[in-house]
């Protein structure tokens, strides 16, 4: 064999099935959560169920001091939450 035929087949049998393998590898490994995402998916809960907190506190507080503010801001929707519970 000449040295052309040569580096065809080892291009062909050796280096490009290396480059496939080392980009599937690459591609499992981009496909899963790494720990920092998942600090900050438990900060972005944390930080949504404090504000669903807060926004029942100021319903409270409205609804304390003026009974009549969700038939004003919303009508047909008197006694429900302006977030509906997921739960």
């Not at 080892?10 to 496909?31: C, E, G, R």
């Not at 998916?41 to 009974?67: G, Q, S, V, Y």
Request: glycine letters at 2%; hydrophobic letters at 40%; one cysteine or more.
């Amino acid at each position: 064999m000449d040295f052309d035929t040569l580096s065809v087949l080892a291009i062909l049998f050796i280096a490009f099935p290396w480059v496939i393998f080392h980009y599937v590898t690459k591609w499992k490994q981009a496909k899963t959560l790494t720990s920092g995402d998942e600090k900050l998916l438990d900060e972005l809960h944390e930080a949504a169920r404090r504000l669903d907190d807060r926004l029942c506190t100021i319903e409270r507080i409205m609804t304390a001091e003026n009974p009549d503010w969700r038939q004003q801001c919303m009508p047909g929707r008197e006694n429900q939450r302006l977030l509906a519970d997921r739960d």
